[in-house]
């Protein structure tokens, strides 16, 4: 029953594998791309502006730039001089416009790195927007905040505007505790002193996502922590690079996690959210907290994911108990304790680590796709796709399997959506890894490089795919002996069952089924999460299931 209880609290995640089935959709997708390939050097900051306009940020070249969805013509907006990409994830980052921009606000706020005395920096600067004709320009910088820390590694750097007409701005944990950081501290549950904030030492803001007012300075209603009011909202992050208020107020992030455990949260200020001592569910599940910069002479010890020095400070996650801590909506994808990162089978062993890379979250509230009226929509380095989840009412939890869209063999880093809900708008890495269609097998030739690609809703072919959904009911589940499943009317002739295990096995599989209900006998099948999955010619749908003994 521990096993149930286990599998239980990770009910809504699923396995890498799941990401090689492309589930049936009643929506189908014309895709295309804006201009040419290599359009955009490593692009970074996505956004559908007011005017109609692509505007995206250049991380490597400090470039802001409008592109026309119509002609892919640029329009260069400025080239930001003291920008620096000295390697690794620096550059100009997040960018937010403000919703009067045309109409008495002409503000674009950005985030970027700089050098001070050789040590990156990160600034948070606004500009003003002016027009004639099509050539628009951004001048009169006004820095808001400076000498916030940046690094090499996970400085998030996404930045939006609430609808209380604030700034939200993540900040990563740097890249700490790991790869060539691996001896310096994490300092996502280290929370800033009063003397420091009075100094305007930003140190301890690394793994936190901040509130700030436009002006840059600290809103009188942000949450006091330990006593001191800074503009920090929230703290115990690892990587959060989306960041997106849906339409009941609420605001949402994802974040990469450690190999597994990619999170979804709803951000409620004043909440800790676990990192690093936790990575998804507080489980005790497939990740434990090393400590590596706590070992004797650790610069001496040779850095590899998955071991711990001797002399290390080595937790794990129940271990960690604090107040103000809030769990993820949901960890994408939660594995089991024993689950091998380094599994022989594998291609490659980065492909089989069962992570996704979240490098944006989009939020989805249109009327011309009803079945995905509020959703989150998280983007996908690893998988080339989007992965949707549906909210339930008031936005609090996830309703439904999560779904996957979009996929090309790309990295993507960040979503735009047309105010009309019917176009998508994604910007892909020029260079990296990916997933091919399976999601077994490592891409690195890239189909579309620095490109904008563009998702149509085809209404013509979603409308006559909208009744076909075979599935009724599917139980009981969990499941011990027998599994029954109702297929409808609807179901047709020549479907197949599978029953798939968390490596990608068929384990069962039934190829006479009949409208009505059928069985599966499963008590002689192992104890784990399954997926039914149910096919007829190349349209696929699945449930999932928890076998328990």
């Not at 403000?98 to 950005?110: A, C, D, E, F, R």
Request: overall charge negative.
């Amino acid at each position: 029953m521990q096993l149930l209880k286990t599998l239980s609290l990770i009910l809504f995640s699923v396995f890498v594998f799941i990401s090689s089935i492309c589930q049936a959709q009643n929506e189908s997708f014309i895709m295309s791309r804006i201009g040419t390939n290599n359009l955009l050097d490593t692009p970074w900051s996505l956004v559908y502006g007011p005017d109609g306009y692509l505007w995206i940020t250049e991380r490597n070249k400090g470039i802001v730039l409008r592109v026309d969805p119509n002609t892919a013509k640029r329009d260069e907006l400025i080239k930001i001089p003291d920008a620096a990409t000295i390697g690794g994830q620096d550059g100009l980052l997040g960018m937010a416009i403000h919703k009067g921009i045309l109409t008495g606000n002409p503000y674009v706020y950005l985030s970027y790195t700089y050098i001070v005395q050789g040590e990156r920096k990160q600034k948070l600067v606004r500009y003003t927007y002016a027009i004639n004709g099509d050539d628009g320009s951004l001048s009169l910088p006004i820095t808001l905040i400076d000498n916030l820390p940046a690094s090499n590694d996970h400085n998030s750097g996404r930045l939006i505007f609430g609808p209380d007409d604030k700034l939200y701005y993540t900040i990563g944990d740097q890249g700490n505790n790991q790869n060539s950081n691996y001896c310096k501290t994490i300092l996502a549950q280290i929370l800033p002193t009063q003397a420091e904030v009075d100094q305007k030492d930003w140190t301890n803001y690394p793994g936190k996502i901040l509130r700030l007012n436009i002006d840059g300075s600290i809103p009188e209603d942000n949450p006091i922590f330990e006593g001191v009011r800074s503009h920090i909202y929230t703290y115990g992050h690892r990587n959060p690079q989306g960041l997106v208020f849906g339409n009941s107020g609420l605001l949402y992030s994802d974040e990469h996690g450690p190999n597994t455990d990619d999170e979804v949260n709803i951000i409620y200020g004043g909440k800790n959210y676990g990192w690093p001592f936790i990575a998804g569910y507080r489980d005790d599940q497939a990740y434990d907290y090393c400590n590596w910069s706590s070992a004797t002479n650790c610069q001496n010890e040779n850095y590899s994911y998955g071991t711990c020095p001797t002399s290390a400070t080595f937790i794990e996650e129940s271990s960690f108990t604090n107040s103000d801590y809030q769990e993820p909506l949901l960890s994408m994808f939660a594995v089991d304790d024993d689950y091998n990162f380094n599994d022989p089978n594998c291609s490659d062993s980065w492909i089989c680590r069962p992570n996704v890379a979240p490098s944006s979250l989009g939020y989805y509230n249109g009327e011309n796709i009803p079945s995905w009226k509020n959703s989150l929509m998280v983007v996908s380095l690893k998988r080339g796709c989007i992965f949707r989840l549906k909210l339930n009412d008031n936005g609090s939890t996830i309703v439904g399997d999560t779904s996957k869209h979009f996929y090309t063999p790309n990295r993507y880093r960040d979503l735009a959506i047309h105010p009309d809900g019917k176009t998508f708008y994604i910007i892909t890495d020029q260079s990296g890894k990916t997933s091919d269609a399976s999601g077994l097998n490592v891409v690195t030739n890239l189909q579309n490089p620095g490109s904008i690609l563009k998702f149509t809703l085809d209404e013509s072919v979603s409308t006559l795919k909208q009744t076909i959904v075979p599935f009724g009911k599917v139980w009981p589940n969990p499941v011990s002996e027998k599994l029954f499943f109702e297929l409808n009317q609807v179901a047709g002739i020549d479907l197949k069952a599978e029953l798939i295990n968390r490596n990608g096995q068929v384990v069962k599989k039934n190829d006479h089924l009949k409208v009505g209900i059928n069985e599966i006998e499963v008590d002689e099948i192992l104890e784990g999460l399954y997926i039914l999955k149910l096919s007829q010619g190349n349209q696929i749908w699945y449930k999932k299931l928890i076998i328990y003994k």
